[in-house]
């Protein structure tokens, strides 16, 4: 059974500091998803990464994996009070790119000024 | 273009009654998806369906949760003899497979979620 950990669950941060946040999974994949949900609304989709060492950057956030390691992770970058959210990673072990993905608990960031 | 919609936005029943929640995937996509999100917690794989092809069920939870999709688009997820662990966002999403241009890894599966259904059981 596929087992998607994120980590940490909680990050409180100063504006202007960097962190990462870690997804780690358990079974071989090569595609592996970015979600965003503000408070009380739906999951955003972020980024999408579909080989070992895809990275992908929107602003202050970089994506990257490395499908050997089993490792997503998520960086951020000056953070700014805007950045404040659920983060979720998600995996995809399908082949025929409709099937269901296993999600991580996901990161509950809020930054402060 | 319009995204993934859902009603009723909030629903409150009380323990014991039917629900209904509906689900109106992006025009197009194939592939359909609900999942359940308790207060605070990650999402919970409920069932899925893609095509014409039989759903997968593995995440329902209990013989009181169906769901149905007429016509290969709407959704009904039905919920009978509510108990209040049932308390939950509900989510929908759909997505439709997709390939890269040049090197190609295989279809990927984004999937675009709904506002969900906050379902209240009293």
């Known amino acids: 059974e596929l087992k998607v950990e994120q980590n940490p669950l909680f990050l409180s941060m100063q504006e202007g500091k960097n962190y990462t946040i870690y997804c780690n999974y358990s079974?071989?994949?090569?595609?592996l998803y970015w979600y965003r949900q503000d408070p009380g609304k739906s999951l955003e989709s972020l980024f999408v990464?579909?080989?070992?060492?895809a990275v992908k950057q929107e602003g202050r956030l970089m994506a990257s994996l490395d499908t050997k390691a089993r490792l997503s992770t998520l960086h951020i970058t000056a953070a700014v009070h805007d950045l404040s959210a659920t983060y979720f990673c998600?995996?995809?072990?399908?082949?025929?790119?409709?099937?269901?993905?296993?999600f991580g608990k996901g990161t509950k960031l809020t930054v402060n000024p | 273009g319009a995204g993934v919609s859902q009603s009723p936005s909030n629903k409150v029943t009380e323990k014991g009654k039917d629900v209904e929640l509906r689900c109106d995937p992006i025009s197009g996509h194939t592939a359909l998806y609900w999942y359940r999100q308790s207060l605070g917690q990650g999402l919970e794989f409920l069932i899925y369906?893609?095509?014409?092809?039989?759903?997968?069920k593995s995440g329902l939870p209990s013989d009181r949760f169906s769901a149905e999709r007429t016509g290969g688009s709407v959704s009904t997820l039905t919920i009978q003899r509510t108990q209040q662990e049932d308390s939950a966002v509900y989510l929908c999403a759909s997505s439709r497979p997709k390939r890269l241009a040049g090197a190609d890894p295989g279809p990927y599966n984004e999937q675009f979620f709904g506002p969900g259904t906050r379902l209240t059981v009293l």
């Open positions: 369906f893609q095509g014409n092809s039989a759903p997968d």
């Open positions: 998600a995996v995809d072990i399908g082949k025929s790119g409709s099937e269901k993905l296993v």
């Open positions: 079974t071989t994949s090569d595609r």
């Open positions: 990464l579909l080989s070992n060492g």
